[in-house]
């Protein structure tokens, strides 16, 4: 049931993204093809498209937590036990709490401070700007809780224990073998 929330919660995030890219689109092109063509521009298009683009990331980011996304390596976690395996990750949970708590604490506070401030073109809050920060903060610290829930409570088997996929993994390329009787110029069987 979980599970099925927070997917669906993340296909309205990726839904969320696809809308403010194609705002930020049209603002940016928008501006650019009315400064060029008609001397004048969209006065609120560069302050929103920027502000898009932190909601763009921050949401983007959040749905990176959810899918174990991020880079990582894997270089030490593959040549420890499933019980060192284990250590290593809750240590590396914590820790990304406790950057996700510096993060969440810094972004309210900012956002409480720029609370009445307004935005030079828009008018519009410069709490808005910030809440991206705590948006993320509060879904990936969830996120980042029930994956450590997960992991002590025995419900991640062995063999998923390692999360980083290096890039190797990732390609997938057609099974071709390059010989003396191929090279540049000659045609491949």
Request: proline share 4%.
């Amino acid at each position: 049931m979980l599970t099925v929330l927070i997917d669906r919660c993340a296909r309205w995030i990726h839904v969320l993204i696809a809308l403010a890219l194609a705002a930020m689109l049209l603002l940016v092109f928008g501006n650019v093809v009315l400064r060029y063509a008609f001397n004048s521009g969209i006065s609120v298009s560069e302050e929103l498209s920027r502000w898009l683009f932190v909601w763009i990331t921050f949401l983007g980011a959040i749905v990176a937590v959810k899918e174990h996304g991020h880079l990582g390596t894997d270089m030490l976690l593959s040549k420890l036990p499933p019980i060192g395996r284990r250590i290593c990750l809750v240590a590396s949970h914590g820790l990304m709490l406790f950057c996700t708590w510096l993060l969440f604490s810094g972004a309210l506070a900012q956002a409480r401070i720029n609370w009445d401030v307004e935005a030079p073109v828009t008018g519009a809050s410069v709490a808005i700007f910030y809440a991206s920060g705590v948006v993320f903060a509060v879904a990936s610290g969830l996120l980042l809780l029930l994956d450590l829930w997960r992991l002590l409570s025995g419900q991640v088997p062995d063999d998923q224990l390692v999360q980083a996929i290096g890039s190797e993994e990732l390609v997938v390329t057609p099974d071709f073998h390059l010989d003396r009787a191929t090279g540049p110029g000659k045609d491949m069987p």
